[in-house]
């Protein structure tokens, strides 16, 4: 129903170009592009290019603003918000980190051992999704309440001296301290790095575990020589699918978090619809862009996975 | 010892049920709080068992009003981006044409660009326009985001297609128009439904973009906000849970149906 508006339906595949004569479409790819390649240039690329003029603007609401080429926001933005900027970072960084170690092996599981329950927990990997994810989290201020169980376990087990020690949590408290902060972060992001995970372990023939197997490798060599480098693909996207969105996120920030566990995405959001100082916020946001871009080209290049994008 | 071993054999197994647990945690927690009668505005300890809540679940002020927007803007949000999104697809898998790169990168980018970037760049766009906001620019985020998306999934399905089906349908004197709709899109419908599936579901969730650019205009995500500082009612669970049901639910019933239309066509 959505494609009959297309100008002209596609013609069969390019393929065998000479089996037919190639009057018709020589135009049709344009059509079909520019709806949506225009809507993108509009509302995704044209938004970039007013956002780096804005944070060189200066002025205040009431007087308008006016490019001025004043730099001063970008200082203004790093000197001022270093901190947060690490700490997204960092907390970025740790949450990919445990959704490494925590997803993969659910997704081995999924992809190797779960035999005829695949699909139902491939379910529970992905209903969760249908609940708002506010609300869920939301419930880990529930699960980690002051004097709650999981709270009162880790203080039996003396981790929160080991966390608190480390600056990890605060006394006796796990919300409002950067653990619950990366805790939610984790949880939040796991799902996009188990599925990648789980697509590129699933494409693993099984006769490779069973060669490896014959050639007297120990389940420890096998994984460590045949599994793990053949799931790299999902390993990359997966954690620039979980580091990208972790570092501009406020929402765990705030509700899990302190005056103290502020990230970068929570100055953005403050700066641009309470303070309302728009160069600051454009500058800051487009420092951290910038940052992530580096980040991921330099990563996808180390990782030698170019065909990713 | 046969514990031990036993033990290493199935540790990936313990560790990934662990995780899954973990996963599923949350919504365990908030299905039970759904049955509680909190005391102060917050629900987050656990009072006494009630099932308020479930019986009059849009008693509270503006949740349900929000609900049924949010609905409405994934609903639009899913069209618009599903249809642009397919005809993309079509055209980078079918075509060959100039600014292919360019036209690549513009649709990985999104999706590569933490949402509060675009959610501010967005902002300044509109606010250099002096557009209202509110309803209509929510939309055009929300298509906006879901759009590259939509992309990826219609596209994977295009690219494993036969052309030789087209072809053979051409040769049995389909004309284009016959061939693409009793033909091509057939065979590319569970990549679209796929596409608009996850568009659905992105836009319905979706908070971060909408709270720069929505105004005064209050969307389900928006409301659970807003009620994280004044005070979470119970009917917030309600919801959640209900959604989650009906969710698994749906997900089973298709399988099944699925699964005996391939025994009957075996």
């Not at chain 1, 804005?54 to 270093?82: N, R």
């Not at chain 1, 984790?186 to 697509?199: A, D, E, R, V």
Request: proline share 6%; hydrophobic share 55%.
């Amino acid at each position: 129903m959505t494609l009959t508006e297309a100008p002209a339906p596609p013609a069969p595949a390019a393929p065998p170009p000479a089996a037919r004569p190639r009057r018709r479409g020589r135009f049709t790819p344009y059509w079909l592009l520019l709806p949506g390649i225009l809507w993108l240039l509009v509302f995704f690329a044209l938004p970039m290019v007013y956002q780096a003029s804005t944070s060189v603007q200066t002025g205040s609401l009431e007087e308008g603003y006016e490019v001025t080429w004043h730099v001063a926001a970008y200082w203004d933005a790093l000197s001022g918000y270093w901190p947060q900027f690490l700490r997204s970072v960092a907390y970025a960084a740790a949450a990919t980190t445990l959704c490494l170690l925590l997803g993969y092996p659910l997704a081995y599981l999924i992809a190797f051992r779960a035999g005829r329950w695949r699909n139902l927990i491939m379910i529970l990997v992905i209903a969760p999704f249908f609940t708002s994810f506010l609300i869920r989290t939301l419930a880990w201020k529930t699960i980690l309440a002051d004097g709650g169980p999981v709270v009162g376990a880790l203080n039996a087990l003396h981790v929160l001296d080991v966390t608190g020690w480390l600056g990890w949590t605060a006394g006796d408290r796990v919300l409002a301290t950067p653990l619950a902060v990366v805790c939610g972060l984790t949880y939040n992001f796991l799902p996009f790095m188990i599925l990648p995970l789980y697509s590129s372990l699933e494409r693993i023939d099984g006769r490779l575990h069973e060669a490896a197997g014959d050639l007297y490798a120990r389940p420890v060599t096998t994984f460590r020589k045949v599994t793990f480098p053949l799931s790299m693909p999902g390993v990359v996207s997966g954690t620039l699918l979980t580091f990208i969105p972790a570092t501009g996120d406020y929402v765990n920030a705030d509700l899990l978090g302190s005056a103290d566990t502020r990230m970068v995405g929570n100055v953005i959001q403050t700066q641009f619809l309470r303070v309302l100082d728009y160069p600051t916020a454009a500058a800051l946001s487009f420092v951290l862009m910038a940052a992530i871009l580096v980040m991921v080209t330099f990563y996808i290049r180390k990782s030698g996975t170019e065909d990713l994008v | 010892m046969a514990f031990v071993n036993w033990l290493k054999r199935n540790l990936v197994v313990i560790a990934g049920l662990l995780t899954l647990g973990y996963l599923l945690l949350p919504n365990v927690v908030v299905t039970v709080f759904s049955f509680n009668k909190p005391n102060g505005r917050f629900n987050y300890t656990w009072q006494r068992f009630s099932t308020d809540a479930w019986k009059d679940p849009c008693g509270v002020a503006g949740m349900c009003d929000s609900l049924a927007l949010s609905l409405q803007i994934a609903l639009w949000a899913t069209l618009g981006a599903t249809a642009l999104g397919t005809m993309i697809a079509f055209a980078l898998v079918r075509y060959r044409f100039r600014a292919r790169g360019a036209v690549n990168s513009l649709i990985f980018l999104p999706m590569a660009m933490p949402e509060v970037v675009m959610a501010a760049s967005l902002l300044t766009l509109f606010l250099n326009m002096g557009a209202r906001l509110g309803f209509w620019t929510v939309l055009i985020a929300h298509i906006m985001f879901c759009l590259s998306f939509v992309v990826i999934a219609v596209k994977a399905r295009v690219m494993s297609m036969d052309p030789r089906l087209e072809q053979a349908a051409q040769d049995l004197y389909a004309g284009p128009f016959q061939t693409f709709v009793r033909v091509t899109l057939p065979i590319a419908a569970p990549g679209i439904a796929a596409g608009a599936l996850l568009a659905f579901a992105l836009s319905f969730d979706d908070f971060i973009i909408t709270n720069f650019n929505a105004g005064s205009t209050v969307t389900f995500p928006m409301f659970v906000w807003g009620s994280a500082q004044r005070g979470t009612p119970v009917q917030i669970n309600v919801i959640g849970t209900a959604m989650f049901v009906v969710a698994v639910l749906f997900v089973l019933v298709s399988m099944a149906v699925g699964n005996r239309r391939k025994r009957r066509v075996a």
